[in-house]
Each structure stands twice: as C-alpha cells, then as structure tokens.
C-alpha cells in the first residue's frame, strides 16, 4: 500500500466480504484519508475494548459492533466502503505493531472484531468465507461419525444451545488446541488430542486461524517498520503513526464554550450533579482539606475556567477554601498569582485551557496527589463506593 497527496485509485479486486487481509492492496491513498480512515477503524476497536470491560454478553457485543462498524466505517460513496475497511486495517496494523503491548491490544481486538463480524453476516457469506480460509482439516467419516454418535449426543444435551445432531451433521476432527474457546466451555467432544467440531462451531477454528495469521504478520510488519518505513517516512507518515496509538477519541473539553459561565452560588450544585468523576473528587477533597497539591488546583482550576467560572469567583473560590487552612495572607502571597496565571493574567498572559481527558489519564500522580483520572489511577475499591 502506498500513500500519496492526492489521487486514490478506487477498486479493488474481488474479495469475500471480510477481507483477510493477507496482503495489502496497490491501492493509492490520498494522506487525510490514511488518518481518518485509521481514526475510524481505531473508534470501532476501542468501543470493543470497552464493551469487553464492561462485562457485555455475547449478544450484547454481537450488537455492539454491529452498530459501532455501521456508524464508524461507513462511506459516503458504497464502493470505497471496502476499500476503507483495508486501508484502515493495515494503517492500524502499522501503528500497533511497533511494541509488544500493541500488538496484544491489536490482535485481540481485531481477532474479537472479526468474530462478531462472522456472526452478522448471512449464512452465504459465512460459508464464503469459510472457504476462503481452506481448512486443512477433513471430514468425519460416516462410521466414526455413528461409533461417536452417543458421545456427541450428550455434549449437544448438556449445553442445551444448538439442536441435537444428526445424520446431516458435518463434523471436523481438529487438535483440540485449536479450539480452546469450544474446549473451555466443554461444547466439543475430545477424543485422544482431537475435537469434534461441528460445522455450526466452525467459527471458532476460523478464530484461531485469522488470529495465527495475524499475529504473524504484525511480527512481520514490524521488522519492515525498523528497518525501513520508520527512517524512510519519518516527515511524513511516521509523526501521524506514531500519535495515533495513544490518540484520545472523546469529546474534546479543551476548547472553551462562549456560552457557558457558572457563578460561586451555583457550584455547589452543579458540581454534585454534572461534574465529570475526576473533577468532582477533586472538587470534594478540596472542600474536605481546604487544599489541593499543584496538580489538582491546575486540573480543577481549569477545568472550572472552561466551564464558565470567572477570575473574580475563581480567586474568591479558590480563597475561601484555602485561608481555613494556610490563611488569607498566605493565600494571597503563593496561591492567587497560580489561579490569575491560569487565566492569562500573569507572566506570559497565555489563555490556557482546560486538560484533554488524554493529558488527564497520561498524569502520574504522587502521594497525597488526588489528580488524575479514577478510572485509570484509583482503587477498584473506590469506583464501587
């Protein structure tokens, strides 16, 4: 695949319906579309990721991308839509490829991706599919099939999720490694290292197989990356590679809103029902000790600058909650020149915004510290207060 300014050729040749990415396409990418197209891709994985640390059940999760695929990787123009699932695949495949944690993240959510996408598609692209794969695995025969029938029967029976099987029923006798998900949940019958897989099972194979698959090609596009895209691409596609790993995909609460403005009788108020978690433990520690370390006065200073607060109520604020502890003077002579600074009053009269969630999450607080963001630095045990 290569990039270019601005031409894009726009087909490509025939494949199944989800791609296997074998190999990337001589496609011509115009270079706004190399970002966005990852920025897509990279959305869908991380909704993933975060439906799986919510506990989401399969079903739920099979919603899940369903909705999140056709609302991040849809295209305006239907014939590029494949084309952006490729293109942003092998561009993601780029950035994570460089370290080892990367690649887990990568492979897993890619390998969850494509499971779910097997699921919502029809019973002819599956099979499609399946084919495309070329399973290097045989058929049952009809006599072990019969000699095996009992045994089958009562695995089918003790799950209770699909019909009892019959003498249509096409079975695989595959290395029972290759199935650990079938094998885990005991839905497969083991005999002397094999598993017999059904045909309705068969997804689970396709799994293991895409995910071997991937993983080597990660370790691959790894070794082309050091040796030779980094240093050859390093003023062009490496700085956009290199930022998109750790690119924050929330709302952006750094720029200011010209409607908002909160006053001090109001904050109370607002800040129990509408400040964001980080913010009002902030906002409660300082109301408890009367005083915050730098890093949570600069993380809620700005924060309640780029929801409205003004520099009057700011200093009267931030003053009345810390003279009950260090003094008015005291207050006057090292804390009010931080919070007028913040506001651009101050040494290089910068109009500084609020912190990025990223820049939040990124922190690395210390003793005593209580910035940072809780789902990222806080005890399980006091997110389940």
Known sequence: MEVFGSRRKSSVDAVPTIPL???????????????LYAVSRLRVLKGISDGLSRGKKSNEMENLVKELWKVN??????????????????????????????????????TTLFRYRFLNETADAQRALIAEFNLPYKAVSSAEYESLYDKLNQVFRAYS???????????YKVPFEQVPDLVASRRVFILKGYAYVAMNQVLSLLVTQYRSLLSKALVLTNRK??????????????PIVEALSTSYLGPDYSQPKDHAEISLKDINQIAKSSFPLCMRHLFDKLRED?????????QLGLFLKGVGLKLDDALAFWKSEFSRKVGAERFDKEYAYGIRH???KEGKRTDYT???CQKIISSTPGVGDHHGCPYRHFRSVFLTQ
């Open 161 to 171: 999720i699909q019909s009892l099987p019959t003498a249509y029923t096409t079975y």
């Open 21 to 35: 990415y074998r190999s990337a396409p001589e496609l011509e990418v115009r270079l706004e579309d190399f970002e």
């Open 225 to 238: 990356w050091t040796s030779m895209i980094r240093e050859q691409e390093k003023d062009r596609l490496t």
């Open 354 to 356: 609020p912190f990025s």
């Open 290 to 298: 009367h005083h915050l370390k730098h890093g949570g006065r600069m």
């Open 73 to 110: 990787m849809s295209h305006p123009d239907a014939s590029e839509v494949l084309n952006k699932d490729i293109i942003s695949h092998f561009v993601l495949r780029l950035v994570y490829c460089r370290e080892e944690e990367l690649r887990k993240w990568f492979l897993s959510m890619e």
């Open 342 to 344: 913040n506001y651009g």
